[in-house]
């Protein structure tokens, strides 16, 4: 049987506990044999990011130490450039199985990434719930996905009420952060005083 790599793509600026719970819960429900975390270079579809390439991987690799069966995978980063889904799947090594997990709010947002056809025809899409975002497949992935023969997968996954935004902010505000962040990956932020400025 095919080798199952899970995919969690993100910008990780920086990364939290709702990222490595969504790991953990796509690689327990779907039997992955992994999950691997993509840092993206430059997610060209936001603000730039806060932090460098060089400290959003030093957090990751700090968050999913212990943590069996995650791992990080630094290809956009050494890519570069816009960070392009379709062009990071169409250097990965082919024959495993591989699913892409993304929340709610990117689900929505799927049909405007670059060549999402191509996407949606490459990896089972495997999404999760999030506070304040619907779950709901727009309707030309859902056409496209019938065309292909493919389903979505809902994970079970108890919505977790964490984003890097609200981190960030509070960080520039001197605010606690408790229960969101690994309690290593919050000492690196204050060590290389990280999310300072407004
Ligand atoms: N709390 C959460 N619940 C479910 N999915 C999440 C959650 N936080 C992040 N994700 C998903 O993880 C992936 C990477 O997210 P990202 O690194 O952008 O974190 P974020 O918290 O959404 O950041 P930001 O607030 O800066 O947009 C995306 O697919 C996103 O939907
Ligand atoms: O390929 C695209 O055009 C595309 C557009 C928007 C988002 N993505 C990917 O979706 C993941 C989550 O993005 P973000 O902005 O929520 O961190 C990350 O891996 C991005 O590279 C990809």
Redesign the pocket.
Known sequence: MAVKIGLL???FDPVHCAHIALALAARRSLGMDRVQL?P?AN????EPLATSAHHRLAMLNIAVRGHEGLEINPL?ITRGGK????DTLSQLPPGPDYTWI?GA??LG?FC???RWEAIAATVTLAVARRPGTELAVPAALRQRLEALNRRLVELPFEPMDISATAIRRRLALGLPTDGMLDVAVAQYIKENHLYQGP
Not at 43 to 46: G, I
Not at 83 to 86: F, G, K, L, N, R
């Open positions: 793509g993100g910008s993509i993206a997610p060209w579809q936001r956009e960070t392009y889904t379709a993304l709010d990117q947002n405007s990434w670059h």
